[in-house]
C-alpha cells in the first residue's frame, strides 16, 4: 500500500525543538496551504491547514525556518495515539 503525501505550503506555526524519550529531536509544525485544484471538471480554491511533525536532523533544520516561509514538504500520514486526525510526517523538504 502506498502512503506518500507531497505538499506545498507556508510553515504557519512551529512549537519549541523537543527530544523524544531515546534523544531524537522533535518538532511539531502547523502548515498553511493554499491553491487552486480541479474538480470534477471545476476549479476550485483549496485552503488547508496540515498538523505535521519531524524527526531528527530534519527537525533541527526546519525549527531554524522563518514562519510564513514556503516549502515542498513530502512524507506520509499516520494517525497519532489517542487522536483521531491525521498528522503528516515529514521525510522531505525543499526550499519553494
Known sequence: MENHVALT??????QPLR??????PALDLRLDHESQQQ????ARK????VK?????????????????????FQGFLATPRNSKSV??????????
Do not use: M
Not at 9 to 14: G, P, R
Not at 39 to 42: I, K, L, N, R
Not at 87 to 96: A, G, P, S, Y
Open 9 to 14: 505550503a507556508c510553515i504557519a506555526e512551529v
Open 19 to 24: 527530544y523524544t524519550p531515546a534523544g531524537l
Open 39 to 42: 474538480e470534477a471538471g471545476t
Open 46 to 49: 483549496v485552503v488547508a491547514t
Open 52 to 72: 505535521a511533525v519531524a524527526f531528527g536532523a530534519l527537525a533541527e533544520r526546519l525549527a531554524r525556518q522563518a514562519p510564513g516561509s514556503s516549502w515542498k
Open 87 to 96: 498528522v503528516l510526517h515529514i521525510q522531505d523538504i525543499q526550499q519553494n
